[in-house]
């Protein structure tokens, strides 16, 4: 099981390389970290967007970008439209988001004519490397559902889970965090996790262990559950953090870049193809440790297809 960014970007340079189609790719981060991915050997990158800005950009950071294929398209609509059409033609395998807004890229995956949507619900999955923690955590949603219900909940963990297994985790703890430890009525995040919990002991959801409601101490550290008398599998130990709505886990996500300096990433699940999606105050690093894990992505992806035919 990968329990450190650096074993992820071993593991991709093993599995890769994929090609990137980057929409909006006019960006110095997004153009630091194609290019160090091409240089690892984890994937190539076709470059969607204004291509005199893209050049430009790449001249001031000494990127040679003659070692990748330019779009034109100055629109960032149509950039996006671009970059989901080629990932849904098969000349690339995953789509990454450059400097644009995420509503515009996501309106483009989800278009029915060429798009990449599938009947399942898409959800942003962040992977946090936190420093005092002998695994990854996965973090959703952060930044796609807003306000989920209780089978958008069941949907989302399962697109984590995928996540986990790509990363070589094949049963992964799952807490779903809430502000308290016991059920109550009038907190719907709790009642949402007692349901969840009884779809895992029924087998309505399987993959994974899920317990709850739990409050993010105790998912995380076994000293917190012993002192509040937790003793389940899960608490202290969980890996996937269900967070109850979008504001949570987009703090938790944002906390663990400016407040706790942890290694973060970040990704969409749940279309055809993986969707690398990070905030665009990210770091190239950040965005470097998402490409990868969109080709183990990307891999996985390829493998099941192999599977069923």
Do not use: W
């Not at 330019?70 to 098969?90: W, Y």
């Not at 995420?102 to 999955?125: M, P, Y």
């Not at 953090?241 to 703090?251: A, K, Q, T, V």
Request: aromatic fraction near 4%; proline fraction near 2%.
């Amino acid at each position: 099981m990968i329990k450190k960014f650096e074993e992820i970007v071993k593991t991709a340079q093993t599995k890769g390389p994929k090609t990137i189609a980057v929409a909006v790719a006019q960006d110095c981060e997004v153009l630091l970290a194609v290019n160090s991915a091409k240089e690892l050997g984890i994937a190539n990158a076709i470059l969607v967007g204004n291509e005199a800005e893209i050049r430009q950009i790449a001249q001031e950071n000494h990127i040679d970008i003659g070692k990748f294929k330019i779009i034109e398209k100055k629109d960032n609509t149509e950039a996006c439209r671009t970059a989901v059409q080629l990932v849904a033609n098969g000349e690339a395998q995953v789509v990454m988001k450059g400097m644009v807004d995420t509503a515009i890229i996501l309106k483009a995956v989800l278009d029915k004519e060429f798009g990449l949507r599938t009947e399942n619900v898409l959800s942003h999955v962040a992977v946090a490397d936190v420093d005092g923690y002998d695994r990854l955590f996965y973090i959703t949603d952060a930044a796609m559902n807003i306000e989920p219900d209780l089978q958008t909940k069941k949907q989302i963990i399962e697109n984590a889970v995928q996540v986990a297994n790509a990363l070589g985790n094949d049963n992964p703890k799952v807490a779903c965090v809430c502000a308290v430890e016991k059920v109550n009525s009038k907190m719907r995040a709790t009642l949402d996790a007692e349901g969840l919990v009884k779809m895992s002991e029924t087998g309505d959801l399987t993959g994974c262990m899920v317990a709850g409601p739990l409050a993010l101490d105790n998912a995380v550290s076994v000293e917190a559950a012993k002192h509040k008398g937790i003793t389940n599998t899960v608490a202290g130990n969980a890996e996937i953090l269900l967070m109850p709505f979008i504001e949570s886990g987009n703090m938790l996500y944002k906390s663990i870049v400016f407040f706790a300096r942890g290694k973060i990433a970040g990704i969409i699940v749940g279309a055809k193809a993986p969707i690398v999606l990070t905030s665009r105050a990210d770091s190239d690093i950040a965005k470097l440790n998402s490409i990868a894990i969109g080709v183990l992505m990307a891999s996985k992806y390829e493998e099941k297809k192999s599977c069923e035919r």
